[in-house]
C-alpha cells in the first residue's frame, strides 16, 4: 500500500517562509507524477504547483507562481514544497498526491494517492 506522509507545515507570519515535505513510501516513487494541492475553508482544492516523474518539467498555479518551488528526490522518495513571501491567503491545507503518470497532470481526477494535509497558517 503506497502512503503519502507530509511535514513542515505550521505557524508564519505573513513575508514568511515555509518548506513542506513529502515522503512517498513506494518503489515506484521514481515514476510518479508528483503533486501539492491545497485547500482553504470553503472553498475548492487546488493544485498549486505538480513535477514529473524526472522532476525536469513542473507547473504552477499563477497564484503561486515565483514564490513557490516544487522538486524532489527519488532517492529519498521525498518531494518538497519550498514556499516563501507568504501571504495571508496561502492559509489552507496543503496535500502531496501521486500520480502513475509520465506526463505532468495537475487536475484531481489524475491523482491516485493522497496524504492526510498538513496546516499551514500566515498570520499579518
Known amino acids: 500500500q503506497v502512503q503519502l506522509v507530509e511535514s513542515g507545515g505550521g505557524l508564519v507570519q505573513a513575508g514568511g517562509s515555509l518548506r513542506l515535505s513529502c515522503a512517498v513510501s513506494?518503489?515506484?516513487?521514481?515514476?510518479?507524477?508528483m503533486g501539492w494541492f491545497r485547500q482553504a475553508p470553503g472553498k475548492e482544492r487546488e493544485c498549486v504547483a505538480a513535477?514529473?516523474?524526472?522532476?525536469?518539467?513542473?507547473y504552477y498555479a499563477d497564484s503561486v507562481k515565483g514564490r513557490f518551488t516544487i522538486s524532489r528526490d527519488n532517492a529519498k522518495n521525498t518531494v518538497y514544497l519550498q514556499m516563501d513571501s507568504l501571504k495571508l491567503e496561502d492559509t489552507a491545507v496543503y496535500y502531496c498526491?501521486?500520480?502513475?503518470?509520465?506526463?505532468?497532470?495537475?487536475?484531481?481526477?489524475?491523482?491516485?494517492?493522497w496524504g492526510q494535509g498538513t496546516q499551514v497558517t500566515v498570520s499579518s
Open positions: 498526491a501521486a500520480a502513475i503518470n509520465y506526463g505532468l497532470p495537475y487536475r484531481m481526477p489524475e491523482y491516485f494517492y
Open positions: 513506494s518503489r515506484s516513487f521514481s515514476s510518479y507524477a
Open positions: 513535477i514529473n516523474w524526472s522532476g525536469g518539467d513542473t
